[in-house]
């Protein structure tokens, strides 16, 4: 069975994985990142590749692709990272330089893509070939297979469901724009709103819920204010579940998929925003477009990215 590489660029780690084609993961690594430049995290790679080798009993001989995902622009034809803010990337070559390090060809795409390809090969959309991929973290992000091929957009744009604008020039959002999903469902953006509410006073229950801490407010307080039938908390929860409605149920709309795809933190972090999500999308989404739409989580969750990346770079 053939072999690749995965590796997945997050906010807060590197992770480096051996995947069979089947989606299998052979052997795997996960580190904090240390220097964010791209020659030391080209190095870093290169060493863990060799550990999982060694872990794995396997040589580059093995190898028919390596795979890179991280959360950003990129030119997928050159592998070239347009911007990368978690990584604070701009213009940088790193499908070149990975290439140089490694003396092997590196695929670099956006993690959301990968996590997409990943669910579409190996997860629970298998065989479906018009999937939209949700993921709702600490930012918000989508991936698109279109009559069973990655769609990226005519500027590897596509997918960047958490900025659709939802209140159109209000909450600002990180991307600089004002209006957008993320800025009102994102994770951190949701703890933003809520230490916003205790301030005014409206979220007692959730500060409660948070030990009182101020700096601890966030989804997971939310999540037990809900579960303690706070209002606010409950309110709380269905406007999220609304504006998550309304941009993928227009989204459904538009696109006609057969399987959407709900992963990522915020959903397991707080038990009762998916089925609150799923019944806001039936009511946005057009009848005929989603009477055979079915919504299933994620089957690989954190590795849906690292395996995608991995399987996206088997040529
Ligand atoms: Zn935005």
Known sequence: MRLAVGCDLG???????????????????????????????????????????AMAGRTWNDVAGVGVGLAGQIHSATGRVVVGPNLGWRDVHFAALLRDRLGRDVRVVNDLNAAAWGEHR?????????????????GVGAGLILGGALYEGASGLAGEIGHVKVRPGERLCGCGERGCLEAYVG??????????????GRAQ??????????????????????????????????????????????????LNPRKLVLGGGMFHGISRLRPLVERAI?????????????IDESALGDDAGLVGAALLALP
């Open 122 to 138: 190996a997860g629970t959309a298998q065989g479906v070939d018009d999937v939209l991929v949700v993921f709702l973290g600490s």
């Open 187 to 200: 994770g951190h953006h949701v703890a933003d709103r809520l230490r916003e509410a205790v301030h005014e």
């Open 282 to 294: 039936r009511k946005v989404a057009g009848r005929a477009q989603a009477a055979e739409l079915t």
């Open 11 to 53: 906010a807060t780690n590197l992770r480096v994985a051996l995947v069979a084609e089947d989606g299998q993961v052979l052997a795997s690594t996960r580190e904090a990142h240390g220097d964010r430049e791209p020659e030391v995290v080209a190095r870093r790679i290169a060493a863990r590749c060799a550990d999982l080798f």
């Open 205 to 254: 229950a959730v500060l409660a819920a948070a030990g009182g801490d101020v700096n601890q407010v966030g989804p997971h307080a939310l999540h037990l204010a809900a579960e303690h039938g706070d209002p606010f908390a409950l309110d709380f929860l269905e406007e999220m579940a609304a504006f998550l409605g309304l941009a993928i149920g227009n989204a459904i709309t538009l």
